[in-house]
């Protein structure tokens, strides 16, 4: 039987302008029992959000070419879904988004934006503007007094054009501070789209957007008490208390408890789930005592998510469980809920109207930009990264439409005032997210003429190299490295072992230099490093943690920092179930570190060294006075001539034999003439200085296609064990080398002859390092425009 909802307002019902309608149960027996589902509850809420989904995802397939960040798309997807396009449609609407189901949409889309800000605190580091210096914190108090104060201005001197409510003091005080504002997590989303995260125009932008945001929580508070003195004065003061006491509660009581459960929490282990549980059903709770006192109800997610300390165990354990069900299943609820707001035809005839919250709007986003360019420019920051970090400033997404809907419930605009605002939204970030592309490029940085490898780094000189380290594993294969590479007091190595970590459960990446941090000690990777440094070995220790797409600017700008010569890169080779998700993370971070690295690079595939060892105590494969035996593979070009650099520092270690063998085209078929006499000037040099060392055995082989140089790799490896392996990855090898071997290779990080040696030395414990030559930016992948360029200039 159906019933009747009567549950309106008595004084409408008593004038007959309700209309009653039909409720059903929440489940049908089914089409074959002659009911249509979608006159159910529950079966329409699957066909809505099914549709949401899809068609956002569509929308996001296609803007992905030109560079539209997902907030777009979301946007989008849900203005399609709604009365402007789709819902034009009086059959689509009754079929998919019945009147019936607005109660439905609406509460679900605000529980999403809810759990987006607590997710949103969550990952937000209060902390860090005790940290933010002189620049960051001029550039967010004028990027937002200046906007605020023009815009108002504006609002002013078109106040006699606005309707009674938007004309309000309290209202224009609102609506000019929040075209001010930039919000954190829309900059966050964005900037972590864009792969800028670890950027310095990304980590400024953030710590700015934090102090954006303190100043914009203030303006809030100040906003919804004025609301709350319009009707009683009185209301004001019960407002503000209760508001302090809900601050202090969070901030004080709850933040105490977070703590409390981090220290319950084993060091390496997961919090536990009751705790996670409470914790999310506290969103609910902090979202009901702020409606309840008139305080806006996101108030008290992002409060809470606030106070509690951001990274691991808490913060990530949080962020991991629900982040996934927040934005791909909430969050397009919340987009569909402003896409039923929407309509453009709304307005038509609301020009008069809508003139001043249009210019107050576009006046703040201009001086914004304005305001953020000039005064970053007055700390003698470049131009383009003045620019770039004024557009990403001026960036707009979920919370400004939050606060669009706040000011429909408060009755301030009506649905064309909330149209254009949607739409300028928008137009703002539409516009704004490809510029930033074009005009920043983090890479840029790295893209130095000077060389920077070891060729060119005098033998009587200090070196510097990048030690990277995911995990305990690549620490012995490290550390035996650097042991047979001769380090020695006129030429003594300075080592940066760089820790890098994931970015979990933070928002803004972490930079650290344990030479100046505290309460370090504890760490066993650092342990490992300070016990193996000595007096010819330099061991200076950070920890990076940031997203994986994003690790290698912390490596390429702490080797161009600290005027590194190589950079030493990890490689798991092992598939296994457990290894997959690290393989294909460390694999993204060598990929773009041999892209953009401002120096050589050395890929170490470590086999000699078990990883079951304590990283505290690590020691050679046999004793320290075992020789080792080395084999070094010349395939000539540039990558082969710093192998055979590198190769030459570790055979003036007595403790090793190396065995150096040169690969030769027969007949010379595809040589390169300039690569060619390169390779003869630095191979006769080597031959020369190691004539009188009877432990460097130098050898020719002549091959005509990739499968002789295969099988010649399978006779030195039947005929001798080498504990290393030394190859160049691929820059100037001779093609005819490789003849039939190029579509072989798996591995394109390690080159195909590093791939097949790798693969071949599977079941031994014979290590291989990949080396990269320094790629000197401008010029071409070779020497050989460097050699024409010589032969031009004598011309």
């Not at 679900?108 to 580091?125: A, C, E, N, P, Q």
């Not at 000699?608 to 494969?621: E, T, W, Y």
Request: with cysteine.
């Amino acid at each position: 039987m159906s019933k009747l909802n009567l549950t309106e307002d008595p004084y409408l019902l008593s004038k007959g302008l309700v209309i009653c309608r039909s409720i059903h149960p929440p489940h049908t027996f089914g089409i074959f029992y002659g009911e249509n589902p979608l006159q159910f509850s529950f079966p329409l809420v699957l066909l809505e959000i099914s549709t949401i989904i899809t068609i956002t995802h569509i929308i996001r397939y296609l803007l992905k070419p030109l560079r539209q960040p997902r907030v777009i798309s979301e946007i989008l997807g849900g203005i399609i879904v709604g009365p402007s396009v789709l819902s034009r449609s009086k059959q689509f609407r009754n079929f998919i988004f019945p009147d019936t189901a607005d109660y439905t949409l609406k509460n679900i889309g605000l529980i999403g934006f809810m759990y987006f800000l607590f997710i949103s605190g969550v990952k937000t580091d209060l902390t860090q503007i005790k940290k933010v210096g002189k620049k960051q914190w001029c550039i967010a108090i004028i990027g937002v007094s200046i906007p605020m104060l023009c815009s108002l201005f504006i609002g002013i001197g078109l106040r006699k054009s606005m309707e009674k409510e938007l004309a309000k003091a309290s209202s224009m005080l609102g609506v000019s501070s929040e075209f001010a504002i930039t919000a954190f997590p829309v900059i966050y989303s964005i900037i972590r789209e864009l792969n800028l995260l670890s950027s310095e125009i990304g980590r400024m932008a953030l710590s700015t957007a934090i102090i954006s945001d303190v100043i914009g929580i203030q303006f809030i508070v100040v906003f919804e008490a004025a609301k709350q003195g319009e009707h009683k004065s009185m209301a004001v003061l019960w407002f503000l208390i209760y508001s302090l006491v809900i601050g202090v509660s969070i901030f004080g009581g709850v933040r105490q408890i977070m703590i409390w459960i981090i220290r319950a929490t084993p060091e390496g282990k997961s919090v536990e789930q009751i705790y996670v549980v409470f914790i999310l059903l506290g969103v609910m709770v902090a979202g009901f005592l702020c409606d309840l006192g008139g305080i806006a109800v996101a108030n008290g997610p992002l409060w809470l998510g606030l106070a509690i300390p951001d990274g691991p165990p808490l913060g990530a354990t949080l962020v991991e469980k629900t982040e996934t069900i927040v934005m791909d299943i909430l969050m397009p609820f919340s987009f569909a809920y402003v896409g039923m707001f929407t309509d453009i035809s709304s307005m038509y005839g609301h020009w008069s109207h809508l003139q001043p919250i249009f210019f107050m709007a576009l006046t703040a986003y201009i001086v914004k930009i304005v305001a953020v360019l000039f005064t970053s420019y007055f700390f003698n920051m470049p131009f383009r990264d003045c620019l770039a970090l004024s557009l990403v400033l001026s960036l707009r997404g979920e919370l400004e439409l939050l606060i669009f809907i706040h000011w429909m419930d408060l009755k301030m605009i009506t649905r064309p005032y909330f149209t254009m605002l949607v739409l300028m939204t928008i137009g703002v970030t539409a516009i704004v997210s490809p510029m930033i592309s074009i005009v920043y490029d983090p890479t840029r940085p790295y893209m130095i003429n000077t060389r920077r490898n070891i060729q060119h780094t005098a033998s009587n000189t200090e070196l510097h190299i990048i030690a990277c380290i995911h995990d305990e594993e690549n620490v012995p294969g490290i550390i035996n490295l650097f042991k047979v590479s001769n380090p020695t007091a006129h030429s003594p190595f300075v080592v940066h072992a760089l820790h890098l970590m994931e970015l979990v459960g933070r928002a803004a990446p972490v930079f650290i230099d344990h030479q100046e941090a505290e309460n370090t000690n504890q760490n066993p990777i650092h342990n490992a490093l300070k016990l193996f440094g000595g007096e010819n070995i330099k061991i200076h220790s950070y920890t990076s943690y940031s997203p994986k797409r994003s690790m290698y600017q912390d490596i390429c700008k702490l080797a161009l920092e600290k005027k590194a010569s190589l950079i030493i890169l990890p490689f798991y080779k092992d598939q296994s179930s457990t290894q997959v998700l690290a393989r294909q993370g460390v694999q993204l971070v060598n990929s773009s570190v041999l892209n953009h690295a401002p120096c050589s690079v050395g890929i170490l595939v470590a086999r000699g060294a078990s990883p079951s060892h304590n990283v505290g105590h690590v020691s050679m494969r046999q004793s320290s006075s075992s020789i080792h035996h080395f084999a070094l593979l010349f395939m000539g070009g540039s990558d082969a001539r710093e192998a055979l650099s590198y190769a030459d520092r570790m055979a003036a270690n007595p403790d090793v034999s190396l065995t150096a063998i040169r690969f030769l085209s027969y007949n010379g078929e595809g040589d390169n003439e300039m690569e060619k006499k390169l390779d003869d000037g630095l191979v006769t040099w080597f031959w020369v200085k190691n004539e009188g060392n009877e432990k460097v055995m130098y050898k020719e082989v002549v091959v005509k296609n990739g499968e002789d140089t295969i099988a010649a790799l399978h006779t030195m490896k039947n005929d001798q064990f080498f504990d290393l392996w030394i190859v160049g990855r691929n820059q100037g090898i001779n093609p005819v080398l490789l003849q039939g071997l190029t579509d072989w290779s798996g591995e394109n990080e390690l080159g195909v002859i590093g791939d097949f040696l790798v693969s071949m030395n599977s079941n031994t414990t014979a290590s291989v390092l990949v080396v990269q030559q320094q790629i000197l930016r401008g010029q071409e992948m070779t020497s050989v425009g460097f050699l024409e360029k010589i032969a031009n200039c004598r011309l």
